[in-house]
Nanobody
Framework: QVQLVESGGGLVQAGDSLRLSCTAS????????LGWFRQAPGKEREVVVVQTTGPGTYYSDSVTGRFTISRDNAKNTVYLQMSSLKPEDTAVYYCAATLKYYSDIFDYTQIGAYGWWGQGTQVTVSS
């Protein structure tokens, strides 16, 4: 129903900023809960930030104060602005979308809540 394509990843130095984009096609993202997740080598995929259609927003502790999610419904795109990047932020970053509704925003942090995923974009932060 909805296709997601991430872009904007790359190699940066610690302390730099980077903005990831996730452009949707097929459906309007205004109707979807959206999330950014990441997966580092040898680790499980973890939540970075999620945003409901409410919009409620949840940031993981590791990125609070450094990362910001935003949407441009006119462009059908969701962004992840990342600042003060650290080597531990190195991972493949994925955006995801869901039509499910949960009364508790924490439920949106679960991978199983999402039915559509992008292919991922690599972010590498050197020290």
């Amino acid at each position: 129903q909805v296709q997601l394509v991430e872009s904007g990843g790359g190699l940066v130095q610690a302390g730099d900023s980077l903005r990831l984009s996730c452009t949707a096609s097929g459906r309007e993202i205004r109707n979807y809960g959206l999330g950014w997740f990441r997966q580092a080598p040898g680790k499980e995929r973890e939540v970075v930030v999620v945003q409901t259609t409410g919009p409620g927003t949840y940031y993981s502790d590791s990125v609070t104060g450094r990362f910001t999610i935003s949407r441009d419904n006119a462009k059908n795109t969701v962004y992840l602005q990342m600042s003060s990047l650290k080597p531990e932020d190195t991972a493949v970053y994925y955006c995801a979308a869901t039509l499910k509704y949960y009364s508790d925003i924490f439920d949106y942090t679960q991978i199983g809540a999402y039915g559509w995923w992008g292919q991922g974009t690599q972010v590498t932060v050197s020290s």
